[in-house]
């Protein structure tokens, strides 16, 4: 038991510490290098052959993937998504089953808009304390966001909730 339990922390430190470096390049650069979503999906066979307590058959995860996967190319098609975020997101979809979809979904919803909401705030913020001389609609507009930060807060949050629903 000891030692499952430590393979278990050791597969949600490396789950996180994925999505982290994802995050920090995405915030840094507008830009989710492919070896972030590639080694998500390259740990979680590792992880289910070594016994990581995932609730749901392998089945529903890797629909899972496949509907993210799919959904998010349709994002990134009429762009509102970037192609790293929709990679990111599914590969962070295939650790967790169908079931588990809506609380991953909901955390990284929440997160991404929360970090709008505070955006927006900064840029009327910014317009009434004189910024930069730019129109009030021109500053929230250009306003990007580097989605791979709230898609690693949420996937962490859903990876560390207590498991409820299994399809």
Do not use: C
Request: cysteine-free.
């Amino acid at each position: 038991m000891n030692q499952l339990l430590n393979a278990t922390t050791l597969f949600q430190i490396l789950f996180g510490a994925i999505l982290v470096g994802a995050a920090i390049n995405d915030g840094r650069r507008f830009k989710i290098p492919n070896a972030y979503p590639a080694a998500l999906l390259l740990l979680f066979p590792v992880a289910w052959f070594a016994g990581y307590p995932f609730i749901a058959p392998f089945w529903s995860h890797a629909a899972h993937f496949a509907i993210a996967l799919g959904v998010g190319m349709l994002l990134f098609r009429f762009e509102f998504f970037g192609a790293g975020d929709a990679k990111l997101y599914a590969a962070a979809a295939m650790w967790f089953g169908l079931g588990e979809g809506i609380r991953l979904l909901l955390f990284i919803s929440l997160t991404g808009a929360l970090i709008v909401m505070f955006r927006m705030m900064t840029g009327v913020l910014g317009i009434f304390m004189g910024g930069e001389g730019q129109t009030i609609q021109k500053r929230l507009i250009d306003r990007r966001i580097a989605y791979g930060i709230p898609i690693a807060i949420g996937g962490l949050l859903a990876l560390l909730m207590p498991h409820s629903i299994n399809i």
